[in-house]
């Protein structure tokens, strides 16, 4: 059996040592690193070889990676680092790595062309000055043969370990049996459809339906198909804490029911829920547990492994014994596990760890996306930035004399962008080059003084640098898919003003997401119509669609349409009476518990205060602006068994999606919404732009994500196959042909006149 390995992960294992040191050393982008790579091979001669790709074999290691250069005509093979401010600066623990990476290329190399000895160049190259430092030693081939050898043994007994590991895994998940008795109706469905995709290297869109066992119907057909297409790793994203805890109790089940199925699953959290010591910096002077961490990391990891404790708590209780953080035990345990389970971002984002660490490492994955129609307005925001003109003047008054110039030059150009727009909201079609020229000076220069003063402490001034930052990035990727935007507020008789870019369309960053993993399965309730999600979240051209059959019958959920309701703005208040009437029919029709979604906080207050006025024997809760966790569990908490009242929610809010309340805790859902956007100047643009891209703006910017918010809302009446209750769909447009086509199929409608009679007698 053969071990791969790249180059600088075996680097990374065996050479890294001393602490953890994450001071402000500001790095160049992935753009800027790309740019300084470029720059530096644009300078060598016309026969520099570029990216030579390199393997070697040591007993059962294959060692691969791509050398970033090598000059025939010096001998000299080249390790590329882009870096900003003080090379001094570096530490000696990231020199040592670096050398180690290059020392093992220039054995590649040497065995690759039969060379007697190579010169090893580390390049630095400074991203602001453009100046290259180079560090150059020339070695015998025996000299970097030997060490070559002496990292692959320090890794051998590791990668023996890992090798008995695997071939154990896969031999029981090939045996490996389905954790219950039987599948649930449509569970093999779903099953089938993801394990087909799984072995033809596809991607699946999965609708289906609350019930049916989703998690445990997508994580064990890939489980069963991952010995037979050897997966490294499988990814389960979720775009909320409770997702995430389906997976890890799914993934308990399904290993506590096979004998010892070796099956590592680490759970991911993030930095500010894992960080031991919030008060104190991420460096070994600082932070005990980053002083010395690499050198303890070893142990730790290997007791995490042995422990099998992998998930947040046990982890950290490992993490603590070694006195590790163990935040960052955990991002090194991404490498030995089999099944990671944590957020959209860190597969999606423009910076994200699983992503980085398959492309680099060429790992073979699998990626399981739960409630997946989350996913366009999360992308939508790792995507955007924003800068307020109003920070940046606080900013501005504490800053060293070094750095005000190009900080006083910023706010000049953006005000000048605000006494030449003529309204509140303007869109460019590009971004003003004076402002944005401002905009990257700045970044420039704070990047160049962090590096040179990393003791330096202005939070205000750091927080708002990263927020450049992200800015300037997307800047350097502007396009179609996104909006260049500012926004005008008159604040004590100045105007100040938020610079955007918005994205519009996800699609163009997610895209090579789909296409690095071997295969990716998109699940939820709610995917209709397939075209929309594959447009906005740039899913592949062969993707596969499954729409699966819903375990529930059309006599388990009254479906009723209040076609003589209309709850656009301009008729909100005299809706107002009709709703409270229809509800409190309802309710004395049959006593029980009930939600009501509303499309505001402005209309379900409206709607409360005539509720209560009215029938003040019902018992009412509501969900109020900014609740916090406590406060919504206990919103929950009045959906007892047996109990009575009516909850009034908002649309698209914590309590319209996600939270389970089966038998008699909810028996029935009014939603007085069809949930379409708010129509504002920024919505209408997103509808032209959508207009522009596919021709259905109107349908991509409100029609479909409103009528999945409302599907989402009503889903929660029916969550087994048991259940009995009611929905209310209130508004006059629910009766038109386009909005119906976007019901679940299962729902059976009568013709709208016959509705209307049976809400108006309601009524």
């Not at 065995?111 to 453009?130: D, H, M, N, R, W």
């Not at 506590?256 to 460096?283: F, G, I, M, T, Y």
């Not at 070094?402 to 000048?416: G, I, M, N, Y």
């Not at 929905?727 to 679940?744: A, H, K």
């Amino acid at each position: 059996m053969e071990y791969r390995i790249a180059v600088r992960a075996l680097a990374e294992f065996t050479a890294k040592c001393g602490d953890l040191d994450l001071r402000f050393t500001p790095a160049p982008t992935a753009q800027e690193g790309i740019a300084g790579h470029i720059a530096v091979t644009a300078r060598r001669a016309a026969d520099y070889q570029k990216e030579v790709l390199l393997a070697s074999h040591y007993r059962h290691l294959l060692v691969r990676g791509r050398a970033d250069g090598y000059d025939p005509a010096l001998n000299r093979i080249e390790e590329i680092k882009t870096y900003r401010g003080d090379l001094a600066r570096m530490p000696a623990n990231h020199r040592s790595l670096h050398w180690a990476q290059a020392k093992i290329y220039g054995w590649l190399l040497c065995e690759k062309l039969q060379l007697p000895e190579v010169t090893v160049a580390l390049v630095y190259f400074e991203i602001g000055s453009k100046h290259e430092t180079i560090l150059e030693e020339r070695y015998p081939a025996e000299t970097l043969q030997a060490f070559f050898i002496q990292q692959c043994e320090c890794f051998l007994s590791w990668s023996e370990q890992e090798m008995a590991h695997r071939l154990a895994r896969d031999e029981a998940l090939s045996a490996m049996q389905f954790p219950h008795a039987e599948f649930r109706q449509g569970q093999r469905q779903l099953a089938e459809a993801v394990y087909r995709a799984a072995n033809t290297d596809r991607c699946l869109a999965a609708e289906a339906p609350t019930g049916i066992g989703k998690t445990v119907g997508t994580l064990f057909p890939l489980l069963k198909a991952t010995p037979r297409k050897e997966l490294d790793k499988i990814f389960f994203l979720a775009a909320k804490t409770s997702g995430r805890s389906l997976a890890l109790g799914a993934l308990a089940q399904i290993k506590n029911s096979q004998a010892a199925l070796p099956l590592r699953v680490l759970e991911l959290v993030a930095r500010d829920k894992a960080c031991e010591h919030p008060d104190k910096a991420c460096h070994g002077e600082s932070c005990p547990l980053a002083q010395g961490f690499y050198d303890r990391l070893p142990q730790a990891r290997a007791a995490a492994l042995a422990a099998g404790a992998l998930e947040k708590n046990s982890l950290r209780t490992v993490a603590l014994e070694h006195q590790v953080c163990p935040y960052y035990l955990s991002q090194d345990l991404v490498r030995w596990s089999d099944v990671v389970v944590g957020d959209y971002n860190y597969y999606f984002d423009s910076s994200a760890l699983l992503y980085g660490l398959t492309t680099a490492n060429q790992w073979r994955v699998s990626v399981l996306t739960d409630e997946a129609h989350n996913l366009i307005d999360r992308a939508r925001k790792m995507y955007t930035a924003e800068l307020d003109q109003t920070t940046l003047q606080i900013v501005r008054r504490a800053v060293p004399d070094v750095l005000r110039k190009s900080l006083d030059k910023l706010f000049r150009q953006w005000s000048a962008l605000n006494k030449a727009q003529e309204s509140t909201y303007r869109v460019y079609a590009e971004a003003p080059a004076k402002f944005t020229g401002a905009l990257q000076q700045v970044s420039s220069e704070v990047s160049a003084f962090f590096a040179e003063n990393p003791a330096y402490v202005d939070s205000a001034l750091q927080d708002f640098y990263f927020e450049v930052l992200h800015f300037t990035r997307l800047l350097e990727v502007f396009d179609t898919h996104s909006l260049f935007d500012v926004t005008i507020e008159e604040k004590n008789g100045s105007l100040r003003s938020r610079v955007c870019i918005r994205n519009v369309v996800p699609a163009r960053f997610l895209a090579p997401r789909f296409s690095e993993a071997q295969s990716a399965v998109l699940f939820s309730a709610t995917l209709s119509p397939w075209h929309f999600y594959a447009d906005m979240l740039g899913l592949p051209d062969d993707t596969a669609y499954v729409d699966v059959e819903s375990p529930f019958r059309a006599e388990q959920l009254s479906v009723h349409v209040a076609s003589h309701i209309s709850t656009r703005y301009r008729h909100r208040d005299q809706s107002l009476g009709p709703i409270v009437a229809l509800m409190s029919r309802q309710y004395e029709a049959q006593r029980g518990n009930y939600l009501a979604f509303f499309s505001s906080f402005d209309y379900l207050e409206k709607v409360v205060a005539l509720f209560r006025a009215h029938h003040p024997e019902i018992p009412v809760w509501e969900q109020s602006r900014r609740m916090d966790e406590s406060a919504r569990d206990d919103f929950l908490a009045r959906f007892a068994p047996g109990g009575c009242g009516i909850g009034f929610a908002v649309l698209g809010g914590p309590f319209a999606e996600g939270i389970d309340l089966p038998g008699d805790r909810l028996i029935g859902a009014f939603i007085a919404t069809l949930g379409l956007p708010q129509f504002n100047a920024i919505n209408e643009e997103h509808r032209e732009r959508m207009e522009a891209a596919f021709g259905a703006g109107y349908d991509y910017a409100y029609l479909y994500p409103g009528l999945q918010k409302v599907v989402q809302a009503a889903g929660r009446v029916i969550r087994t196959q048991s259940d009995r209750g009611c929905v209310y769909l209130i508004d006059d447009r629910f009766g038109r042909p386009e909005v119906r086509r976007l019901l679940p199929a299962w729902w059976k409608l009568g013709s709208p006149a016959r509705l209307d009679a049976q809400v108006r007698n309601a009524s």
